[in-house]
């Protein structure tokens, strides 16, 4: 047998047979199933979105979002609302098992406790099927956990005080300067914490009253109620007149009406 352009090889033993790798087939070969990624089928999704999106857009011009009033680090009344996605949380802390002396539970063991189920669970079901009746342990997890998270949101809104979150966010006094001395030396330091920062409601109540006298309102603060305590002997006299008349003389009004008379006087 000659070496070079002359050799013809037959076979070998040594190598394996192999079949032709399979490659993908063209769309083209399924007309009306499938189409081209680019720019076909992104065209769709950019369409969905801009769709999606500006009606979005509008929804937020029709209806925009409620704004409540400045924070006021000094309020220590005012009782915060979370968003939509956290009130499960929220409601939480309000049970017996979870507040107060046990408030650790329900902050840190509660939603420790869920978040390393869900990370532990490639290992507490590991099956491979695929259908959820075959998959009990992943299946119930998640049925419970959808249940508790449903359950606990909806009650958070159900029995919350809208009406005075509603009334912290509106009420307003026309006439209240945050300037004053009198505000700003006595009423800050010895009102606000209850009242609210803008002395309309916190744990304790707003002070809406027009027909308030200054006597009466001295006679609350010197003597205090059954929830407020009496100021006698920690303010002297004359502090104690200047916040009787400083909130007797306050003038109730709204955002709304505030607002529309300072573009009246403007």
């Not at 009990?136 to 359950?151: D, S």
């Not at 005075?164 to 307003?172: F, H, L, P, S």
Request: a negative charge.
């Amino acid at each position: 047998m000659k070496r070079g352009k002359g050799l013809t090889f037959v076979g070998d033993s040594r190598i394996q047979k192999y079949d032709k790798p399979k490659l993908n087939r063209d769309y083209s070969e399924f007309p009306g199933r499938t189409e081209e990624f680019f720019p076909d089928y992104l065209l769709k999704e950019w369409l969905v979105g801009a769709v999606f999106l500006i009606g979005f857009l509008c929804l937020t011009v029709a209806h925009p979002a409620p704004l409540e009033r400045m924070a006021d680090p000094t309020d220590t009344g005012y009782i915060p609302l979370p968003d939509w996605y956290f009130l499960f949380l929220y409601q939480i802390l309000k049970y017996t098992y979870a507040s107060g002396p046990f408030n650790i539970v329900g902050a840190m063991i509660i939603p420790g406790i869920a978040f390393g189920a869900l990370l532990l669970a490639p290992w507490l079901d590991g099956k491979k099927e695929r259908h959820w009746k075959k998959r009990p342990v992943a299946t119930g997890m998640m049925l419970i956990a959808v249940g508790i998270i449903f359950y606990t949101t909806w009650e958070s809104v159900a029995y919350h005080d809208w009406d005075q979150q509603a009334k912290q966010g509106q009420i307003v006094f026309s006439n209240l300067d945050a300037e004053d001395p009198v505000f700003n030396d006595l009423i800050r330091t010895n009102c606000t914490s209850c009242h609210g920062g803008e002395l309309a409601g916190g744990s304790g109540p707003n002070l809406i009253e027009p027909e308030l006298a200054p006597e009466m309102v001295e006679a609350f603060v010197r003597n205090g109620t059954e929830n407020m305590p009496a100021f006698e002997g920690q303010l002297t006299d004359e502090e104690i007149t200047a916040i009787s008349e400083y909130v007797a003389g306050l003038e109730l009004t709204t955002k709304d009406e505030a607002a529309n008379t300072e573009e009246s006087a403007e």
